[in-house]
């Protein structure tokens, strides 16, 4: 079992397996092909992440520790039929909807202009939009959703409309399907996107769907930059219709030179939903509950799709 944290510092791992540690480092701790279960490193380039992955032809479990699975799906095709491939959920939603709690707060508030105006100086009163009273809408409601909703509570919403890819209904009310955004969008002050990238997600946030939200909207990005085509977003910030939040982009890392960095009403952080100080205990909880269900015999959670199979 090939690990991107060191055995050692993992409290409870089941014994018998052979870990080893393996953090896209250049050189292999033991033989790929030996490899039954692959944890997947974090936060690092596609390139290293699926450097493996063609001689692991042994291997049962591919274990990401990101919500998204999208970076390892490209060598799925060449690996035998049966893996499962398994997400990070139960990790990263503490972390994520808070910083998308962050993003809309600082966005609406303006604290980019008053932190550059401190760096100047200068006191800069005034009215801005609040919180309270606005209508929120996010699209992509699974555990993250869900989890930045639980932070919005407090919030006095005037409403909050849920979207996924098929109609459910939850304690706090009905989730929408995804062919419902047309009709919701305009109703919304804040968009808070949290859906995960798939064939049908990527540019959902098209010069369409940006039309029709409503004059002085704001669009927040804590799934993957993907989700947005970027030149279409583009024109709508520099036109001062909209504004943005974003802590992923499309390309990203973004250029120095990309005119994002300057649009106006734009605020962006560096895809750091996820790495804070709760992602350790929630990744080792996760592989700790992984691993002894792989060694027990027993269902795996988290599984997003199985190779060779329909995905499930």
Request: glycine share 8%.
């Amino acid at each position: 079992m090939w690990l991107p944290i060191p055995p050692d510092e993992i409290d409870g791992l089941p014994e018998g397996p052979r870990y080893h540690f393996w953090d896209g480092a250049d050189t292999y701790p033991a033989d790929p092909g030996d490899c039954d279960v692959y944890v997947v490193p974090y936060m690092k380039p596609a390139e290293v992440c699926l450097r493996p992955l063609p001689r692991m032809r042994s291997v049962r479990v591919v274990q990401t520790l990101s919500a998204g699975v999208d970076h390892v799906r490209p060598a799925l095709k060449d690996l035998p039929p049966g893996v499962r491939l398994c997400n990070a959920r139960g990790v990263h939603e503490a972390s994520t909807a808070e910083l998308a709690l962050t993003l809309i707060l600082a966005s609406l508030r303006g604290v980019p202009g008053f932190v550059r105006a401190q760096d100047r100086g200068e006191w800069q009163g005034g009215f801005r939009p609040a919180l309270a009273d606005r209508s929120v809408l996010i699209v992509g409601y699974g555990s993250i959703g869900a989890a930045i909703e639980d932070r919005l509570a407090p919030f006095e919403l005037a409403r909050v409309a849920r979207v996924a890819r098929s109609a459910r209904t939850t304690e706090r009310g009905p989730v929408h399907p995804l062919t419902e955004l047309p009709s919701l969008l305009p109703d919304a002050d804040v968009v808070v996107l949290s859906t995960p990238l798939t064939d049908s997600t990527r540019h959902l946030v098209d010069a369409g769907f940006l039309a029709r939200m409503k004059d002085g909207a704001l669009l927040v990005n804590v799934a993957r930059g993907p989700v947005v085509d970027t030149k279409a977003l583009l024109t709508e910030v520099e036109s001062g219709r909209l504004t943005a939040a974003l802590d992923v982009t499309d390309p990203e890392p973004l250029p120095a030179d990309h005119p994002l960095w300057r649009a106006p009403g734009v605020l962006i952080t560096p895809h750091v939903g996820g790495p804070t100080s709760a992602f350790l205990p929630r990744a080792e909880r996760l592989l700790r509950d992984q691993l002894r269900r792989f060694v027990n015999q027993e269902e795996l959670g988290n599984v997003i799709l199985v190779t060779g199979t329909e995905d499930v």
